[in-house]
Structure formats: structure tokens, C-alpha cells
């Protein structure tokens, strides 16, 4: 008895150990957040890779939010709410905020990261292997027009919250501390020429962009249908904390720094951008309409359970009914999102270690 115990501590150690191996080795590339690093605001083919790296190779990759910032005295913003910040991470702020941008953009793009090997019918897997702040605050706002009730909000308003890192939680009053969970709201990839620059603030099915999805952070793999060669990579609008709905049009909108690891999947085609996290699978529906979204959700569940379970229509929709959670994703944008977690312990070969199922 006492053997077998140890074998299987064994096995698990030895597991565990080479799951976390990649996180814990030092990146093959550093990307940081600079003018010439930066896109703003849209996905296209038509743009120029900042960085090149082969399939499984890892990338530490710089993000920012400038909220709060006023245009002419940037650093201002730093004296004015007590807020102490690594040289680095001041130095890129200030210069990305007064760098030439088109009005109206929402936030800053590091990329695009040409992935060698990636074809247009491959899937590029992006593991999120590491996600910390930048920088010990973040900014929540909101205003009329938009958010999960448009018409209620009479300003608009903003909020500094100050990050306690050491013990991960955002200071939102003297009596209310909100326990952080990083993630980049926007990741995605460039879509084929003819569709030309997308904007990047909605979610788009098919390449990815605004999903504002709380479960894509540390630990979270992403799959992203390739588009162009290379898939041309960005990801930006970091998130300290968010819940789910981002019901007022903005989380904790921090810096953060993101490790992730490209890997370019032959053996995968997908139409759609899905996730995992150790836990759950996740397929989503976007839609202007909540409604539509929620239909699309249930029919992308469909079609995960079908090609992975190969479950018919008729068990696919009752499984998605008893063991499925539907959770709003966010109503930020004129295009909301619904996204599906399917628990991994619902299937009896199920493995915490894997991504993916192996077709």
C-alpha cells in the first residue's frame, strides 16, 4: 500500500514538475511596450511584425493602459494620486501616450508576433504561462451611452484603485478589497487581407479580439483559427480584476506583463476561437443581441461535444443543459459576448494535464 502511494506521488510530481517547466524557464523573447511595438487599435494583415519567433517558443510580452492620464502633463497623474512606479513602466506610458494615435482608439496592441510555421488553416495555441502587474494601480470608469444599462449612467466617472500585489487585491475603499485575477482582455490575430483593419474593440468569432473573458489568464490556453501566414499575434487592454459582464464598461484597467507560449497546431482545424483552462473547455457566441449570442454559445457547445465526444444533437444539448454554465462574458461593446464552460470532470478520461482532446 505504502508502494503504490509512492509511485503515484511519484507520477503526480513528475507531472505537475513538467506542466510548470516552460513557465519557469526564462522566455526566449522580451517584448516590450514602445511606440514602435505598439498598434493602435485595429487587426490587419497588411501589418508589420515587431517580433518573429519559431513554434513553442515563449514571448514576455509588456501591456499598458493609460486611463486616467491627461494628455498634456501625463506624469501629472502619478504625482497627483501618490503612485510610485518602476522607471521602465513611467518611461513607456508617458511616451506611449503622447505618441501619435488615431482619435477614438481603444488602447494599445503590443505586436504583431509572426509565428514561423503558421498557415492559413492551422490553429495557433497560445498558453498564458505567467501575468503580473506592471504597475501597483488600475482605473475602473464608465459613462452614459454605454455598459449594461446606457441609459442610467448620467456621467461620466472615473476611479483609482490602488493594487496591494503583495497581498493580491485591489484597495477599493477603507472596507472593500477585491481579489485580483490578471488577464488580457484583448488577444487575437490579423484577418485575411480582403477584410482589411478591423477595429479592435468587439470580439470577432473567427480571430479573436475584445472578449473581456476573466478565465483567460494565468493557465488558460486560447486556439485561434490561422488566418495569414505567420497569424500575426497582438494582445493588449490588460485587467487587474474584472467580474463577469464588465457591466460598466471597463475593469480594473491596469499594466501587466504576459508570458506566453505560441504553438502552431497541424492537427487541430478550427472555424472558431475556443479555450481551456485546467478546469473547463470554453466556446463562445458573440452578438450584438444577448439573446443571439446565448444561441450561439449553445450551438458552438454543440458542435465542441460533437467533434470531440462525437455525441449526436439530441445528447450534446441535453449534456449542455445538466452540466454546462452559460456566464454573461461582457457587455462592453455593441457586440456582447456569452461564453460556455464545460467542466473537464464531466468525462471519465478526463486528464488535468492535457490540452486538448487528441483526435
Known sequence: ?????????????????????????????HLGSTPETVVWGYWAAETKPALKVKSGQTVEIDTVSMGGMPDDKPEQFFIDNGISLPLKTVKDLIALKKAPKPEGVKGALTGPIYVEGAEPGDTLEVRVLEIKSRAPYGINSGGPGRGGIPDLVPRPYSKVI????????????????????????????????????????????DIGGNFDNKHFGKGATVYFPVQVP???????????????????????????????????RKDMPL?????????????????????????????????????????????????????????????????????????????????????????
Open 271 to 359: 472555424k472558431a476561437v475556443r479555450a481551456e483552462t485546467p478546469t473547463h473547455y470554453i466556446v463562445m457566441g458573440l452578438d450584438e443581441d444577448l439573446r443571439l449570442a446565448m444561441r450561439k454559445a449553445i450551438l458552438e457547445t454543440i458542435a465542441f461535444l460533437g467533434e470531440t465526444r462525437h455525441l449526436d444533437f439530441f445528447d450534446a444539448l441535453g449534456l449542455a443543459s445538466i452540466g454546462v454554465d452559460y456566464e454573461v462574458t461582457e457587455v462592453v461593446d455593441k457586440t456582447n459576448g456569452i461564453h460556455a464552460m464545460i467542466p473537464k470532470k464531466l468525462f471519465k478520461d478526463y486528464k488535468p494535464a492535457s490540452y486538448w482532446f487528441k483526435q
Open 1 to 29: 500500500m505504502r508502494r503504490s502511494f509512492t509511485l503515484r506521488a511519484a507520477v503526480t510530481t513528475a507531472l505537475l514538475s513538467s506542466l510548470f517547466s516552460v513557465a519557469a524557464a526564462k522566455p526566449d523573447y
Open 230 to 264: 505567420g497569424a500575426l499575434f497582438q494582445v493588449g487592454d490588460p485587467h487587474a480584476a474584472q467580474g463577469n459582464g464588465e457591466v460598466s464598461i471597463s475593469a480594473i484597467e491596469s499594466s501587466n506583463t504576459v508570458t506566453l507560449q505560441f504553438i502552431v
Open 162 to 205: 490602488k493594487l496591494d500585489l503583495k497581498r493580491n487585491v485591489g484597495i477599493f475603499s477603507d472596507t472593500i478589497e477585491v481579489p485580483l485575477g490578471h488577464f488580457q482582455g484583448m488577444m487575437g490575430i490579423a484577418p485575411t487581407p480582403d477584410k482589411g483593419r478591423l477595429p479592435s474593440s468587439p470580439p470577432y468569432p
